[in-house]
Each structure stands twice: as structure tokens, then as C-alpha cells.
């Protein structure tokens, strides 16, 4: 996606991963409805010692960023950012943000402006308005340190001649009038490069530190009467927490379904040994897939992990499928045998030898035959299903990579678990001395010429169902679930959320402002005044849109206070912010407004142009005035490009994606100052609606292709295009009947719900395929088709209810997102079984009864039950009235 390739440029100069600390103060817990006497009223109604700007609040806050105060030894005690010129390498922090960077920003600043105004790289005029020579004596420039002053009038004076900027970096949010809670905002090196500090190998690790440095144990104990509550969060750290959850969740799950299978496993079939044949080899193909994804370093994701309860009723469904064909085959020799010895002794012959159930040669034979019918069945399933699900590793067709991964496991495991049951099951079962007592509490034999007589009813209430499904075919469309379906009690998602509602962001994207090709005289082409003024206007513009605010240079330049002074009469020439000293009036303007400022053009050599030139060297000035952290933040190392960020708050990603849409043309229309260049915007919002795009692109990529390559693979492993394509209609149909689920108010796409198309398509055919193949083998005829489902509806019925029971371990996981894929999935596999059962023999008896209709024939549905004359050699023959 364009998103993805512009924020991998972004990165290469960049950090575009960012972390929060939401911080509020007592008075965020006051509720002004309530008297102030109330008994439910906050400890300290009003009280300004809780006001973010208060002197010690802000020094608390300070205290865990990091700043010029001393410290004591240990890196929990100085600050997150410790190191303000690492860029990163040794604290892993890039920059900071917050209302105490701000003022420690502002406190600091006359000192660099100092500094500016002698060292930077224009003609030097600057230095005719400032003493240079007296200053290069003073330690740090005669400027303050990057520190909180210590009295409470300083910051008063710095928050209100801020002109109301740092009011979006704090907010009262009970309308007392007290600023009662802010945010840190923390510029974090990329998790590729976390380990080069040589403290963390990974995130997980760096937000460990995180808690450890905000953590109220920590802090010193002279701040504890703030009692501050901070909270970590942000979108990488929101990421780790509920993927640790999830996962936690997934592991807690795995006994319950491995429970819920046994408990069905035995309620079916009334013995233990059941379990241990078809389980055992579920258990060792899981532990070689799993164990072969730890050891080819694959992430153990939520994703893959949620396949564990499928790979568990795939090898459910090969394993009773063998269990009970070689069943079926050795009660059918063995009734033969007796019915022959019956028929024998009729006729005083002597009766043959009755098999015995265990001898080897007999068994061997009944696994030999079980092996070329339904072996070759469960073979053709395993491989469809496998050729299904190798749509999901496709790069192509699916660009999210955890899907691929998801992709790869399954297949993987099905492999496995195909090998590992064609090889254990006969031989457990021989070891074991299984033998099938119980016959199943339902009547298939009955059952099964359902669909064969009322064939119409099915056709008409399956149409119905799809004609449903497709008229909700948008339902498939939903955008991609965002906090409401994480699990709950999650602090950082919590914050996150009351965050993006208090401050109106929590989304951040950003654009890359590029004036390499612009014509300036300047090296580092950002600080040209032309470009800084197309930067301004085109923020202007995109703040007009809904709920969106903009940081780029220009508000730490409209936030940062400076004075200057005519060096011979000490007359004040300007007293504002640096951008506004920018574009004071008097630098082109000779009014009598500005007669202090003309004498300024006799700096220049020749004299004339030296308000002109001093007013290029004032940009360089402004520039340099700003600290190195926010330098690094906001433009790249060679001066060529800058960064402007776009917050906005959590939405709906439709609202999100008109919103992105409207300021993509602001960013597309022609720079009127040439040689600029604007990207569209990238991060968070526009990264997470390409995900919500390639998601839907995947699921319906994957379940159309998967569709046509089973369809394909079906016609020629049938060596029939017609019989291929009604194995399919079963399959087809339930993939049409999901957006009807879908359509429920708590039922979301999410990246889960998405795999679920090629998933059902995999397990699905399985059941259609072990129909049709039975089907094959029993004829096609309504004897041979009810029979067939009589036979293998059994088993299909018990494998579904195996692996439903599996998966009903999800209702137990925390992760609204996981319930739905898992409740889905149940719905889904279930329907599976209705499909292939019912409406794939009564696509036959239709497909049959249509062709003999046209050619005239007799009726196809015909079981027998009548009476029927025959010769001496059992042949039937016609009835003849004389």
C-alpha cells in the first residue's frame, strides 16, 4: 500500500512509532454535578495545587521524562530521556512532548537563541544586536536549563504568553477551570533498533522500563502529595497488551477445548479409546507444528494460535472417518460370514469358519479395503484442503503478513495430521482392541432418504437462505472493529480511548513536506521563509477539516517567547513568539511604526539590505533556537525535508477514511512556492484504513480464489466437471450464508473473521468430498445416495460435533473479536454438515431427475421398497395381466 511504502521512507529518517503516558491529577476524579459536601465529592474540589502548570506537578512530570536537574545514579531515576543528543541510541527515546517540554523548552531557549544569534551559519549580522563576546563567558549562553523553574510566577508568565498553545496539551475536563489532566508524548526508536541501546531487546522490554520509571515507587517521595495517576499506553503499547492477552486468553482456551473434544468424543462413542486413537494423533502433529514454528522463529501470534481448535477437528474428522470405515468393513464380513453360515446349515452344509474381529489377516484386510475407499477419501480432503488453505500463504492474493502466517500453519498442521493418522489410527486401534459397540441415537437410515424425496424442500430453503446472503452481501464490508473489540481491562486501551476523547487525537498520521528541489540560497532548504510559509498555509487548510489538528516546526516557533532590543538606543523591537518575529511587519514596512527598525539596514555591506538580510538570518536563528529533540523530531538530518503531524481522535474508520480523502487533495493540489513536494499522509490512520482495505481485499480475494482452484482440483479428482462442481455447491453456498451472521449489531470483520472464507472452504469440503466419494462408491441412485448418507452422514455428524465443541472453548476468551471468529466459525461448520448432508444429494436427485425427465425415462426416485418379480435367476421382469 502507498501508506506502508511512504511510512517505510518516513522511517528512514524518522520515528514514527510513539508512546503516550496519560497523566491525571485529583481533580480529573471531581464531579461538579455533586455538592461539594457531597459524600462522593473528591478529596480536594478546586484545589490549584491539582492544575497541571502547578510548579511541583510539572517537576513530577519532568522528573520521569528527564531533564538538566540533578539525579540520583540508575537509569530509573533520570528520566525516560535522559540523554537529549543520543538521538535515540542509548535511552531509546527520540524526542519528547508534553506541557512540561514546552516550558522546559521555553526556559532553556533564550540561551540557544543566544547562542544563534553568534554562532549561525548566515552573514553573521545577528551578532551585531547581541553582545556575543559577554555571552561566550556565561555558562550555557546566559540561558536557563532545560529544567521546570522553581517559582510558580515563571511558569504563570510562560503558560500566558503562550496565547493559549499549550492549551492542547493539557485540558480541564469537569469545567472547574483547573487543567487536570496532559499527556507525555514519546518519540520511541523503531523495534528493529530497540536492541542497539544494549538495555532492551525488545519493546516488550522498553515498555517494562516504562512502568518501572512512572511508577509511583519511584518517584520521589516529595512528590507524592501530587498523586498523579500516569498511565502508559499508545499504539505499540496497546498492541503488546492485548496481544499478550489474547494470547493468554488462546492458552487458557486450549484445555477447555481439548476438554469439550474428549467429553463429546466419549458421549458419541461410549469409550475412552476413541479418544486416545483419534487424539493421539492430533496431539503429535500439533506439537511438530507448533514445535517446528518455535524453530523456524515464527511469532506464536493470537492468529496462529487460534488455529489450535481447528487443526483439532480437522484431525478428529480424518481419524473417525478411518475408525469407523474399518469398523463398517470388518461388521459387514463378519454379518456376511454369518448369514452365510445361516444360509449354509439351511441347507445341512457345513458352516465356514467365522472371522475372528482380531486376527491380524482379517484386520489387515479390512484396513487394506478401508484404505482404498474412505483412505483415499480422507487423502483427497487432506489435499483440497491443504490446496485451499495455501491461498493464505500467497503474497500476492494476501498482504497481511500474520494471515500468511496463519496460512503456513495450517497447512503445515494438516500435514501433519494427515501422516500421523494414516499411520497411527489402524495401529491404535489394533493395539487397543476397539471394537464400536453402540450404534448412534439417530436414525439415519431414515434420514438419509430426506433429501432424496423431499429434495424440492431443500433446493427451495437453501435458495431462500442464499438469495438472504447475497441481498447482505455488504455486511462483509463492515470496517475493521477498533477498541470495542479488545478484551477488557486493559489500561493502555483505556487511556488510549479516554485520551483520543479528551484531546481529540489518539490517531496520528503524518506527510512529508520535501523542499530538496526548492530554489534557495539556504543549504538546509526547511529554513527557508518561503517554505515555512507554504507549510503554514497548507496546515491552515487541512485544520479546517473535522476534529483535526496539525503539529509541525511552526508550533514550537508560534510557542517559544523572544525579545529583541536595538543594540544602540536598547529600544524594544520586538516582543512576541519566534514566529511572529518571523513576520513582524516592520521587516519590509517603513511606517512610523517601525523607525525604530530602519536604523537595521545599515548592517548589511553595502548598506540597504539589512533588514533583508538580518531577516534570513533571523530564520536560521529560530531554527537553531529550538532544542535537538524537537529538531530531530520535526525535520531530517540534512535539513531538506520536515514532518507534519495530523492528529485526530478514534473513529469509525468509514468517518476516519472521508476524513483522510478530503485532506489527501488538500495534499494533492500544486504547492504555489515551487519545488516542494507534499506526500499523502501515512501512520496510523491511513496505514490502519489500507489494512482495513487489504483485509476485505484478502477475504475476498482468497475465498474466490480458493473457490475456483477446489473447484478446478474437485473436477479432476472426480474426472468429472459435473460432479466437481455440485462437491463445490455445499461449500458455496454456506460462504453466501456468512454476511447473514455477519449482520448481527455485535458481529465485526476483524482480521480473525476474515481467514474465515478459506477456512470454512477447508474444512467444509472435507464433507462434501467424503459424500460424494461415498456417493461414487454406493452409486448414484436414491439406494446408493441414502445410502452413502446413512453411512458417512454419521460420521460427519459426529466430527462436526467435535469440532463445534472445540471451538466452543472461545466463548471463554476475553477478546470480543475471538468470539465472534470462534461463534462464526461453530455457525459456519455447522452449516457444512447441513449442506453436505442434505443439499448436495438433493443437488443430485434434482440434477437426475431433470435429465430423466427430458428424456423421457422413469422416475429416479425409486428405493425399492415395492414389490418386485423375478426369474429363476432373481433377474426382474414385467408383470403380464391375460
Known sequence: AESTDLLLEVREEWSTDVGF????????????????????????????????????????????????????????????????????????????????????????????????????????????????????????????LYAIPDEQDTIDEMVNQSNGSLGALAKDTNGDGIWDTTAVLIGIISANQIEKTGKWDDYKEFFAHVESVIDEENRPDKYRINELNMTQTGLSKILEDVSDKIYLDLLGMMPLSLFFTVLIITLLHRSWKVVIISGTPIVMALAVTFGAAVLLEMTLTPMIIATFPILIGLGVDYALHMVNRIEEVRRKRFDAAVEENERR????????????????????????????????????????????????????IVPIIPIRSVGMTLVAGILATLVFSMILVPVLIWLLKFNKRTKSPINWASISKLPVKHFAVFLLLAGAITLAGVTNLDEMDKPISGSDQTPDNIPSMQAMVEYSSTFSGGQTSLFIFDASEHVSDQDMKIRSLEV??????????????????????????????????????????????????????????????????????????????????????????????????????????????????????????????????????????????????????????????????????????????????????????????????????????IIVWQPLLMSSGDVNVNIFTAMIGTIVFG????????????????????????????????????????????????????????????ILMMLLIGFAFLTSVFLLPACLTADHIIRRRIKGESSFIDFGEGAVLTDEKMNAVDAILE
Open 21 to 144: 503516558i496519560y497523566i491525571k491529577t485529583q481533580n480529573a476524579e471531581c464531579d461538579y454535578t455533586l455538592p461539594l459536601d457531597h459524600p462522593e465529592q473528591c478529596d480536594r474540589p478546586n484545589d490549584v495545587l491539582d492544575n497541571i502548570t502547578n510548579v511541583n506537578v510539572l517537576h513530577e512530570i519532568s522528573w520521569i521524562e528527564g531533564d538538566d536537574e540533578k539525579r540520583s545514579p540508575g537509569i530509573k531515576q533520570n528520566g525516560l530521556d535522559w540523554d537529549k543528543n543520543d538521538h535515540g541510541e542509548s535511552d531509546g527515546v527520540l524526542w519528547i512532548i508534553s506541557i512540561s517540554q514546552i516550558i522546559k523548552e521555553i526556559n532553556s531557549s533564550n540561551g540557544r537563541f543566544n547562542h544563534a544569534m553568534c554562532d549561525h551559519t548566515g552573514n553573521r549580522s545577528t551578532g551585531n544586536l547581541i553582545d556575543c563576546e559577554a555571552l561566550s563567558q556565561l555558562p550555557g549562553g546566559g540561558g536557563g
Open 532 to 733: 515555512l510559509d507554504a507549510m503554514d498555509a497548507l496546515e491552515n487548510r487541512i485544520e479546517e477539516v473535522a476534529y483535526t489538528n496539525t503539529t509541525s516546526l511552526i508550533t514550537f516557533l508560534e510557542a517559544v517567547p523572544v525579545t529583541i532590543a536595538e543594540p544602540e538606543s536598547g529600544i524594544t523591537l520586538y516582543n512576541g513568539n519566534l514566529w511572529g518575529l518571523l513576520h513582524d511587519e516592520c521587516w519590509e514596512s517603513n511606517s512610523l511604526e517601525c523607525a525604530a527598525w530602519v536604523p537595521l539596514d545599515a548592517l548589511s555591506n553595502p548598506p540597504g539590505n539589512g533588514r533583508e538580510e538580518l531577516r534570513k538570518d533571523m530564520v536560521n536563528v529560530a531554527y537553531d533556537t529550538l532544542s535537538k529533540e524537537v529538531q530531530w523530531m520535526l525535520t531530517n538530518v540534512d535539513g531538506s525535508k520536515a514532518l507534519v503531524y495530523v492528529t485526530q481522535p478514534y473513529m469509525n474508520l468509514d468517518n476516519a477514511s472521508m476524513l483522510r480523502d478530503d485532506i489527501d487533495l488538500m495534499l494533492d493540489d500544486p504547492m504555489e512556492e515551487q519545488g516542494i513536494r507534499v506526500s499523502p499522509l501515512t501512520g496510523g490512520l491511513p496505514v490502519s484504513l489500507d489494512i482495513n482495505e487489504g483485509i476485505h481485499d484478502t477475504q475476498n480475494y482468497t475465498t474466490l480464489l480458493t473457490l475456483l482452484i477446489l473447484t478446478i482440483v474437485l473436477c479432476l479428482v472426480f474426472r468429472s466437471f459435473r460432479l466437481g462442481i455440485y462437491t463445490m455447491v455445499p461449500v458455496a453456498a
Open 345 to 396: 446349515r439351511r441347507k445341512g452344509l457345513v458352516p465356514l469358519e467365522v472371522p475372528d474381529l482380531w486376527d491380524p489377516e482379517f484386520y489387515r484386510s479390512c484396513v487394506m479395503d478401508m484404505s482404498k475407499t474412505t483412505g483415499v477419501a480422507v487423502l483427497i480432503s487432506a489435499a483440497t484442503t491443504i490446496i485451499g488453505f495455501s491461498v493464505l500463504i500467497l503474497p500476492n
Open 763 to 822: 474444512i467444509g469440503v472435507d464433507d462434501a468430498i467424503h459424500v460424494m466419494h461415498r456417493i461414487q462408491e454406493e452409486g448414484e441412485t436414491a439406494v446408493g445416495m441414502s445410502k452413502a448418507i446413512e453411512k458417512t452422514g454419521m460420521t460427519i455428524f459426529e466430527t462436526t460435533a467435535t469440532t463445534v465443541a472445540g471451538l466452543g472453548a472461545g466463548f471463554f476468551v476475553a477478546f470480543p473479536g475471538l468470539v465472534n471468529f470462534f
